[in-house]
């Protein structure tokens, strides 16, 4: 579970403050993904750098498994807009990095864990690549590789798929729950995008103008539903979730 209680941040410097985030309260259970949508500038990208420790000075308390968050005590998984690839590494070296740095063994288990992961996101024989050497689609299904093998408590992940075009993007996205489905793992997807939010969040939280606070938090039926896309109940949600948009982010 991770707990994020009345959780409130603000930028300081010598001339001024700027509230950006909060509070804010939510509740996330283990093997829930959320997906998060709000106007620009209203604090997303802030919230997801406190849950992966970037951000240390803030108001209000985040538990996971009801300690402290820390990057040092737990595994967060964070895939940043431009993938957060090194260069001159190749893909499976990029992906065994987060083990690496938390001096985590790379044993027989984590080798198969891998292979299998890779195998599953299609890119399994790019293994030796440099992300020069890939297309955007497949730098993307690197970096979801590589907070998978990491087997984090927390993935985190903001706007990912904005820069693929429409169809890499709802390959990607697909992909993605299909290893998600498998994994469980604990998620926030930061996203624009209202079909996104609707095809990836089992929540969907929207937010509101800055600062950031919780305007409405949607448990989606359509989760999971098979050929989503073409559902109409799937247009009737995107619907009433622009319509709250239409209202200047307002219920
Ligand atoms: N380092 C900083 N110093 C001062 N203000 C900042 C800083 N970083 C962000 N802000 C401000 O904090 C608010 C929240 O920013 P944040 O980047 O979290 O928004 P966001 O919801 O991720 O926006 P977008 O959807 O455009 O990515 C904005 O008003 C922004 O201008
Ligand atoms: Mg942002």
Redesign the pocket.
């Known amino acids: 579970m991770l707990e994020i209680d009345n959780l409130s941040v603000s930028?300081n410097?010598e001339k001024k403050s700027?509230h950006?985030?909060g509070p804010l309260n939510m509740q996330i259970s283990s093997g829930d993904i959320y997906a998060v949508i709000?106007?620009?500038?209203?604090?997303?990208?802030?919230?997801l750098?406190v849950l992966c420790g970037i951000i240390k000075d803030f108001e209000g308390k985040v538990l996971l498994k009801g300690e402290d968050l820390s990057p040092k005590k737990h595994n967060i998984g964070f895939i940043p807009q431009n993938f957060g690839l090194l260069p001159w590494k190749n893909v499976y070296k990029n992906c065994m990095l987060p083990l690496k740095i938390k001096e985590q063994p790379i044993d027989s288990a984590v080798k198969e864990r891998a292979e299998y992961i890779l195998n599953k996101l299609n890119i399994g024989d790019l293994k030796n690549r440099y992300p020069r050497e890939l297309s955007g689609g497949q730098k993307q299904r690197a970096a979801i590789a590589r907070t998978f093998i990491m087997n984090p408590d927390l993935l985190l992940m903001?706007?990912p798929f904005s820069a693929l075009d429409a169809l890499t993007r709802e390959e990607a996205q697909e992909l993605f729950i299909d290893i998600w489905n498998q994994y469980k793992t604990t998620t926030i997807l930061?996203t624009?995008n209202i079909e996104e939010a609707i095809y990836m969040g089992k929540k969907i939280v929207i937010?509101s103008h800055?600062?950031?606070t919780i305007v409405k938090i949607i448990d989606n039926p359509l989760f999971n539903t098979e050929n989503l896309r073409q559902n109409e109940d799937y247009l009737k949600l995107s619907e009433s979730i622009r319509s709250i948009i239409k209202r200047g982010w307002k219920i």
């Open positions: 930028y410097s700027v950006a985030l709000g106007p620009s500038g209203c604090g997303k990208s802030t919230l750098n903001d706007e930061v624009h937010l800055c600062p950031g």
